[in-house]
């Protein structure tokens, strides 16, 4: 068991680019999460992944977000024309369905 | 939707006992617990699947309150490596899980 592995650790770029995240879970487990974190805050559900099936969005994922699990493995989650707002944390956890979650250290973005 | 804990901070001496709540709004199906360090991710402290469970371990455990639509996470006898920020979590019908406004806590010696 190698933990949930999230990359880059940190992405800084400017306002407009699009930006790519890659989340590896723990091998066995099916579901996989997306979670996106400001300081002081607790973390805020993005979508999440029942091995490849995307079962759920919250609104908080505008069009210019886009996450895929293309074999129910890893997954990318896909930022279009960064905006100032978008700078968070961004975290992803793993669970054996309705299981406690395993998160990585998250990727930290900064938008100029 | 968010669940809302109580209180949003606590300051503890060492030894001391600690209660944190979290209510919903919303049925909830489970809830779990979870910690945060700053600048780490959360880790997992306990989840509570029935309500009337109860589960604990070292000097931390919580309970479940289904009618209620509540849960409490207990610490007692605090220790330094107790402090953070504590997350209730939970699945709505929606099946998207959300996390409690959080509790920070800081055990002082």
């Known amino acids: 068991d190698t933990g949930v592995s999230q990359n880059p650790r940190h992405k800084i770029t400017k306002r407009g680019q699009n930006v790519t995240f890659r989340c590896d879970p723990i091998?066995?487990?099916?579901?996989l999460y997306w979670y996106r974190q400001t300081l002081g805050q607790g973390p805020e559900f993005l979508t999440y992944f029942q091995n490849e099936a995307q079962l759920e969005k919250s609104r908080l994922l505008s069009d210019r977000f886009s996450a895929e699990r293309p074999k129910g493995s890893f997954s990318t989650l896909e930022i279009q024309r960064t905006e100032q707002g978008d700078s968070a944390m961004y975290l992803c956890?793993?669970?054996?369905?309705?299981?406690?979650?395993?998160f990585g250290d998250g990727t930290r973005l900064s938008i100029l | 939707q968010q669940p809302v804990q109580s209180p949003q901070a606590v300051i503890l001496r060492e030894g001391e006992d600690a209660v944190i709540n979290c209510s919903s709004s919303k049925a909830l199906y489970s809830v779990h617990w979870y910690r945060q360090k700053h600048g780490e991710a959360p880790i997992f402290l306990m989840i509570l699947l029935k309500g009337g469970e109860q589960k604990g371990h070292d000097k931390i455990s919580a309970s479940f309150n289904e009618k209620k639509q509540q849960s409490s996470l207990y610490l007692t006898a605090s220790q330094l490596s107790y402090s953070g920020t504590y997350f209730c979590?939970?699945?709505?019908?929606?099946?998207?899980?959300?996390f409690g406004t959080g509790t920070s806590l800081t055990v002082i010696p």
């Open positions: 956890a793993s669970s054996p369905d309705l299981q406690p979650q395993h």
């Open positions: 979590g939970a699945i709505n019908t929606g099946n998207q899980f959300y």
């Open positions: 091998s066995e487990h099916n579901r």
